[in-house]
């Protein structure tokens, strides 16, 4: 059990596009969802922090018009890079948490920019 | 603040050998202690979590861990490594006093040699 599915595993999109990334809980109700950017050899950059039905709580530096967090549903959140450039390419990690301490990851989206 | 420190970047251990990945901690209340493994372009895999109890824990993949007050220490411990260990891996704690956040130490990683 606890999974939480992510996808695209990949994506390439043009510098000023959008993408939107998903982040599904598949078997458990995810009150509280986390967006986190992993740069290469580094660790995890908390990004964002959503519960359902509620606006995202950004941290410190993390533009919040940029990066659009929707967690519409107990199963679901979203995040969109919006008018994406280059140095937005990264990986970015969706974690969910339900009713249990630990929380869990989705696989990733690797995004690059061109 | 909550903070978590891996103090190796990286170790080598040979295949059979008994392995260790060293974390230490500071939090002002209670931690929820966790140990999360990550293998390339991929999200991070739960291992084990401390969060009461008995001090020793044990978890998937034969992975074990001890909470250690007195040091703030939880090393993660395996008796006998595998060359399929070989990845990332980090220790993660939430004070429980200050809600959701997850706070990542900076990641050991874990090279098993045949």
């Known amino acids: 059990g606890a999974v939480v599915s992510q996808h695209p595993s990949r994506v390439i999109c043009k510098s000023g596009t959008s993408v939107k990334i998903e982040c599904r809980s598949l078997?458990?109700?995810?009150?509280?969802m986390f967006w986190y950017r992993q740069f290469p050899k580094q660790s995890l950059m908390l990004m964002a922090t959503?519960?359902?039905?509620?606006?995202?709580?950004?941290e410190q530096g993390v533009e919040k018009d940029k990066f659009l967090i929707n967690h519409a549903s107990l199963t679901l959140s979203t995040l969109t890079v919006t008018s994406a450039h280059p140095e937005d390419s990264s990986f970015y990690i969706c974690?969910?948490?339900?009713?249990?301490?630990?929380?869990?990851f989705g696989q990733g989206t690797r995004l690059t920019v061109v | 603040a909550q903070s978590v420190a891996q103090p190796e970047d990286q170790v080598n251990v040979a295949e059979g050998n008994p392995l260790t990945v060293k974390c230490t901690y500071s939090?002002?209340?209670?931690?929820?202690l966790f140990w999360y493994v990550q293998y390339p372009n991929r999200g991070l895999q739960f291992l084990l979590k401390?969060?009461?109890?008995?001090?020793l824990v044990k978890g998937s993949y034969g992975f074990e861990a001890e909470f250690n007050k007195s040091q703030t220490s939880f090393h993660l411990k395996k008796p006998s490594a595998l060359v399929s260990d070989s990845a990332l891996y980090f220790c993660?704690?939430?004070?429980?006093?200050?809600?959701?956040?997850?706070?990542f130490g900076g990641g050991t990683r874990v090279l098993v040699k045949p």
């Open positions: 974690s969910a948490r339900g009713t249990k301490e630990e929380a869990f």
């Open positions: 078997d458990f109700q995810a009150t509280t």
């Open positions: 959503s519960n359902e039905g509620s606006k995202a709580t950004y």
């Open positions: 939090v002002s209340g209670n931690p929820y």
């Open positions: 401390y969060i009461t109890g008995d001090n």
């Open positions: 993660a704690v939430r004070d429980k006093a200050a809600g959701n956040k997850l706070t």
